[in-house]
């Protein structure tokens, strides 16, 4: 199945390290080769790519390892297709609008039989089920919520649209407002939260290692939510299965 990537920070930060590491696993330390995206929210604006091509191999993931873009939120995908062709409206992670901002969210896992009704103006662009999802959760947050809801109440909202998801299979995802980011887990999904002191990371997929005490201050604080972990010298914590959790501000809330 696909692999996840999320970061949610409490200050602009670059996510080049993890995203080396992370695409690697796009053709080369593993077998995800149908394509890749990633998110990166600045402010309410926001920037995506996406790409068809392996993300171990693509000249545009090559340009995101090196150009160290800031983000307190971001959400990255590679995919391992099991609906819909290998082409660039089916790569993640999808875009919508929602209350005058942006959306995003990926999806790692397989939808059996799932065919809600759609009859807002959410549509699929694409032939995945995860853009369908997608789709049916922004129609059901807008008709849950009058105005604007805060964090809390939508966090509430995606607990009880999450299962009824999950029923048809397999449903990790990240979702993000560019305020938050949600993730949750039916199998396998990480987290880290990285804060002072700083110590050194070493990627598990790549021989790359970084001395976090050069690039930040005391104060900076970020949470990694990923599909299996990246780094293999840092404490990363498995989801219980079912599991749905909100970072805010680089910190799991609770």
């Known amino acids: ?60 993931a090559q340009l995101i390892r090196r150009y160290p873009i800031k983000s307190r939120n971001v959400i990255a995908h590679i995919r391992k297709a099991t609906q819909g062709a290998v082409n660039l409206q089916n790569c993640h992670p999808f875009v919508r609008e929602l209350w005058g901002r942006y959306w995003v969210f990926a999806h790692n896992g397989d939808l059996k039989d799932f065919s809600p009704r759609l009859h807002g103006h959410f549509r699929p662009v694409g032939s995945t ?39 048809h299979g397999t449903f990790n995802f990240l979702l993000s407002n560019g305020e938050a980011l949600w993730a949750h887990a039916s199998t396998r999904l990480h987290y880290l939260e990285r804060s002072a002191p700083f110590g050194q990371s070493t990627l598990a997929d790549e021989d790359i290692s970084i001395d976090w005490t050069t690039c930040t201050s005391p104060g900076d604080r970020a949470a ?7 780094t293999r010298d840092e404490s990363w914590v498995e989801f219980r299965q079912g599991e749905l959790k909100v970072f805010v501000d680089g910190l799991a809330v609770a």
Do not use: Y
Not at 131 to 147: D, G, P, R, T, V
């Open 1 to 60: 199945m696909c692999q996840l990537l999320g970061m949610n920070c409490n200050v602009p930060t670059d996510v080049t390290f993890s995203f080396s590491g992370f695409s690697q696993r796009g053709g080369r330390t593993d077998h995800h080769s149908d394509g890749w995206g990633i998110a990166f929210f600045e402010g309410r604006g926001l920037r995506h790519f996406v790409d068809h091509e392996p993300a171990a191999e693509s000249a545009v």
């Open 129 to 167: 089920d995860s853009e369908l999802a997608f789709c049916w959760i922004m129609q059901e947050l807008a008709k849950s919520h009058a105005n604007v809801p805060s964090v809390e109440e939508l966090t509430i909202t995606l607990r009880e649209l999450a299962p009824r998801i999950a029923k």
């Open 224 to 230: 990694l939510i990923v599909t299996e972990p990246l």
